[in-house]
C-alpha cells in the first residue's frame, strides 16, 4: 500500500512509518513540524519508498499518484503543546482532519484517524469502554485539545455515513517510548529527565491521579492491526488502544526513581495544569482484543529502560 501519515515526524507517525515500511509498505509522511521534528525521520529519507512533504494539514493539500491509506496523526498532544498552541490544536483536529478526509475520499482511500483517551474527560465510568460518552469540560483549558478530538471523531463518523468512507478511529491511551521530546511536558520524559539529572520528581497535586502507560511499539501494532482490518459494519467504530495497567502518577514516581537509583526523591507540585486533571484514567480493551486480537506485551520496566537509555543520551 502508499499510506499517507499525517504528523509523519512526530513520535507516533514516525514509528508508525518505520513499522509499515518493514511490513512492505511505501510511505508518504506529511507535518508541518509545529512539534514535530525531521531527526525522528532522518534514517528514512534516503529510501526509495519513503517520502517527505512538509505541509500544514489545516490548509487543503493534494498528492500525486495513488493513496490506499491515510492515517491523520497530526496533532500537538501534550497538554504542554496544546496549551501554548491552542488555536493550532483546534485548527487541526477540525480543519485538519476534513482536510485529510478528502485526501482520503479523493483517492478512494481508507482513512483511520488518531483520537484520545481525553473524549472521555474526567471519566465518571471506569475502566473506561468505547460505549462511555464522557465527562468533558467544554470550556476548560483541555478543551482546546478534547473538542478539537471530539470534532474529528464526528467529522469522520459523518464522510463515513455521507461519503461511504472506510474509516477508523483510535482512542490512545497515554502511550511512551523514544522520540518522545525531553521536554514536552508529559510525565513520563519530565520523571525521566529529572531522574537523569538526579533531580527530585516533580509529582503536581498529591499524586493520586492514575493513568495506566503504553509502550510505543505495543500501540503500533494495535494500530496497524484495526488499519488493517477488513471493513465491517464493527470496522468504523472507535476502538481503545492503551495498556491496561494502572498505577498512581506517585507510584509511577517512586518506579522511575527506583529504575534509575535517583536518590533525590519527590517533591509536589501545585501546577496550574492541576486544573481539568482527569483523576482516573484506565482503559478497557475487551473490544481491542476481540476485534484485533491485540493486547499489549512490553512490560513497562521494559519499555521505561528502553525509553531511559533513548533519554540518557539527550538529557
Ligand atoms: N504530571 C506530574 N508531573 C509532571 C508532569 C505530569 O505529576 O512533571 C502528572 C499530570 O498532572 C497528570 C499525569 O502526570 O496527572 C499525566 O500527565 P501527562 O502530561 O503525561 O498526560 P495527560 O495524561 O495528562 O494527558
Given at each position: 500500500m502508499r499510506i499517507v501519515i499525517t504528523g509523519g515526524a512526530g513520535f507516533l507517525g514516525s514509528h508508525l512509518a518505520d513499522r509499515l515500511l518493514a511490513d512492505g509498505h511505501s510511505i508518504v509522511a506529511v507535518d508541518n513540524?509545529?512539534?514535530?521534528?525531521l531527526d525522528n525521520i532522518a534514517h528514512l529519507r534516503?529510501?526509495?519508498?519513503f517520502e517527505y512533504r512538509q505541509q500544514d494539514i489545516t490548509v487543503p493539500f493534494d498528492l500525486d499518484g495513488q493513496v490506499d491509506l491515510v492515517l491523520n496523526f497530526a496533532s500537538p498532544a501534550s497538554p504542554i503543546d496544546y496549551l501554548k498552541l491552542p488555536l493550532e490544536t483546534l485548527k487541526v483536529g477540525s480543519l485538519g482532519t476534513t482536510n485529510a478526509l478528502d485526501l482520503a475520499h479523493r483517492k478512494g482511500a481508507r482513512f483511520l484517524t488518531a483520537s484520545t483517551s481525553e473524549i472521555y474527560g474526567d471519566p465518571l465510568e471506569h475502566p473506561q469502554r468505547e460505549s462511555y460518552y464522557g465527562n468533558v469540560d467544554?470550556?476548560?483549558?483541555?478543551s482546546v485539545y478534547d473538542e478539537a478530538k471530539r470534532y474529528s471523531e464526528a467529522v469522520t463518523m459523518a464522510y463515513n455515513r455521507y461519503q461511504h468512507l472506510d474509516t477508523r478511529i483510535v482512542r490512545i491511551f497515554n502511550t511512551y517510548g523514544e522520540?518522545?521530546?525531553?521536554?514536552?511536558?508529559?510525565?513520563v520524559p519530565n520523571f525521566i529527565a529529572q531522574a537523569l539529572r538526579q533531580e527530585p520528581l516533580t509529582v503536581y497535586g498529591d499524586g493520586a491521579q492514575t493513568r495506566s502507560f503504553c509502550y510505543v511499539s505495543d500501540l503500533v501494532d494495535g494500530i496497524v492491526r484495526l488499519a488493517m482490518l477488513p471493513r465491517s459494519d464493527d470496522s468504523k467504530n472507535p476502538v481503545n488502544i492503551g495498556n491496561p495497567r494502572e498505577m498512581t502518577i506517585l507510584e509511577f514516581a517512586q518506579f522511575i526513581n527506583a529504575l534509575t537509583d535517583n536518590p533525590s526523591g519527590i517533591i509536589y507540585k501545585a501546577d496550574e495544569r492541576i486544573k481539568g486533571d482527569p483523576q482516573t484514567r484506565r482503559p478497557d480493551i475487551s473490544r481491542a482484543r476481540a476485534l484485533l486480537g491485540w493486547e499489549p506485551r512490553v512490560p513497562l520496566e521494559e519499555g521505561l529502560r528502553r525509553t531511559i537509555n533513548y533519554f540518557e543520551t539527550r538529557v
Open positions: 513540524l509545529i512539534t514535530g521534528n534516503e529510501r526509495s519508498d467544554t470550556i476548560g483549558p483541555r522520540r518522545m521530546r525531553l521536554e514536552d511536558g508529559r510525565v
